[in-house]
């Protein structure tokens, strides 16, 4: 099937959804639509809401702090990972003393930890920042580990055969590997830091896209949970596209990244 | 024409004082995880001299890249002596080359990168190296594909990037274990002409482990004859005078070729013979 066909039935597939879900808010096809609009609001509702906000501009100030929080997640969570999974990996003795503590701190459901932050960090945007932290840095830091741990033995062997010594090791072989290992991860862990994010403000701030939903349910306004939703979930998509392009630009030497682009 | 075959190639023996590796008992250990001790290679003499290409030549997993791991300084022999280019070896060997069997190019960095690391981190400055390694790609016959990653390069290719790699760092001697091992038999042959052509320009010492009986006398000046593993020892040492420039698809063909190959295939198909029957048997006991 060529390209075009396969995005006509990608939207075909949208339309219907909203078609059924215009007929059934709206009629009695289903059922009673004052009850069926108030559960699942309708799309001509959620429309109206999110182009209300695009054009009053509000939802900017939203989508910008609800970026910020995530940037700031993924920058720090990454950064620390990167300093101790390398740590951990060269140092086995220590990786062994931490070990039960990292597994119990990754086992335990990071939303729990929401309501300590906030009383920690406040309620502004480090308290969303600090549990994208925690939800980012474990994903890196196992493959950073990993990455480490697992660099080719023949590759490694070659690499001392030509003269390097434990630095330059460090910056052309373990560096590398880990990288690729950490990228193969970054849909993830950017997923986690806009989840984290939105986590955050969902349980208590005063702006972000998790604020705006938490808002209009709060209100029963189910048209406004909608219209977040949507925003949200296109917000995800733009930002993982943007981190296929880095992706792609970074992994060059990756076979499957190669045969993709 | 009878070949002169020679058993313990006295010639290199007399060298000794100069010789380029110098293995004295050289005894491997390895700790099986279960805590046995797995002896691989037991009380090994060897002598390499300076510009001898000497093929090392046994049964499959007889312990004949261990050997030359120990000449590399990547292990460290449990007793015994390596020496080189007469002072003893202590960590990595930094005279030595070594041309993996495995893909052994960093996959993060193009052809060209990989050939100029080994000068860049020692010191060569960034252009300089990479001007080189322009040239010994050329050399190898891929000037065209330096910017290519490994994944993009043939299994052939790859080989010959990785020839260039150790050959730039001009190592006075050159490990290679079964490095054309990979490869059909078409590029093998294309691969060993190149690598005779490329040796016969300044005549290193080389170590080269195989398992093929025929490319070892094809390339080498001498065949050394490893016994079936474990505690694996050397126990034949052949000299083949052969003249050179040797076309190695066509020395196939020469008489002297064959008696050799007859001669020393003789002494390895009892240490074949053995190896294989002792898989049999770990098999049939697991």
């Known amino acids: ?261 | 024409m009878t070949a002169g075959v020679t058993e313990g190639a006295l010639g290199a023996k007399a060298d000794a004082a100069h010789a380029a590796v110098r293995l004295d008992g050289v005894t491997i250990e390895f700790t099986l995880p279960e805590g046995r001790v797995f002896r691989a290679v037991a009380s090994s003499d060897l002598v390499v001299g300076p510009r001898e290409f000497a093929a090392i030549i046994g049964p499959t997993g007889c312990g004949k890249s261990t050997l030359l791991n120990a000449a590399a300084g990547l292990l460290r022999p449990a007793s015994g002596r390596v020496t080189v280019l007469g002072a003893p070896l202590a960590g990595i060997n930094r005279q030595a080359g070594y041309l993996f069997q495995q893909d052994a190019l960093m996959p993060w960095k193009t052809a060209l990168e990989n050939v100029a690391i080994g000068l860049e981190v020692a010191g060569t400055a960034r252009a300089e190296a990479r001007k080189k390694a322009r040239d010994w790609l050329a050399r190898v016959g891929l000037a065209a594909f330096s910017e290519r990653y490994p994944h993009m390069l043939s299994g052939g290719q790859r080989k010959r990037v990785a020839l260039a790699q150790v050959l730039i760092r001009d190592p006075k001697i050159i490990l290679m274990d079964e490095p054309f091992g990979p490869l059909d038999a078409q590029t093998r042959l294309i691969m060993g002409d190149l690598l005779l052509n490329l040796w016969s320009q300044d005549r290193k010492a080389v170590m080269f482990v195989t398992h093929d009986l025929e490319e070892a006398i094809a390339l080498a000046d001498r065949v050394v004859v490893m016994s079936a593993g474990p505690s694996a020892r050397i126990i034949g040492d052949f000299a083949i005078p052969l003249e050179r420039p040797r076309d190695i698809s066509e020395i196939k063909l020469e008489r002297a070729f064959q008696t050799l190959h007859r001669d020393i295939w003789h002494m390895l198909k009892k240490e074949v013979l053995k190896a294989y029957s002792d898989q049999q048997s770990e098999e049939a006991a697991q």
């Open chain 1, 1 to 261: 099937m060529n390209r075009f066909g396969l995005i006509g039935l990608q939207v075909a597939v949208a339309l219907v959804i909203i078609a059924f879900w215009q007929m059934a808010s709206t009629t009695h096809v289903i059922g009673d639509p004052n009850t069926i609009s108030f559960f699942f609001s309708t799309p001509i509702a959620v429309v109206t809401q999110i182009w209300r906000w695009f054009l009053d501009g509000s939802i900017w100030y939203h989508l910008w702090i609800t970026l910020l929080e995530a940037m700031l997640a993924f920058v720090i969570g990454s950064a620390a990972a990167i300093v101790i999974g390398f740590w951990f990996a060269r140092k086995a003795m220590l990786a062994a003393i931490f070990d039960p503590y990292v597994k119990a701190a990754n086992a335990l459901p990071r939303v729990v930890l929401a309501p300590i932050f906030t009383l920690w960090f406040g309620l502004g945007i480090w308290s969303k920042v600090a549990l994208g932290v925690s939800l980012v840095f474990f994903i890196v830091f196992f493959n950073v580990y990993q990455g480490v741990r697992e660099v080719n033995r023949t590759v490694l062997s070659n690499a001392r055969m030509l003269g390097m010594n434990e630095r330059q090791l460090l910056r052309h072989v373990y560096w590398p590997s880990a990288l690729s290992w950490m990228f193969s991860s970054l849909h993830t862990s950017v997923g986690f830091a806009v989840v984290g994010a939105v986590v955050g403000e969902y349980l208590g701030a005063a702006a972000g896209l998790g604020y705006l939903i938490q808002q209009a349910e709060g209100v029963f306004d189910i048209g406004g949970v909608f219209a977040g939703m949507f925003v949200l979930a296109a917000f995800v998509l733009v930002i993982d596209w943007l981190v296929t392009l880095v992706e792609r630009r970074l992994l060059v030497w990756r076979p499957e990244a190669g045969r993709q682009s």
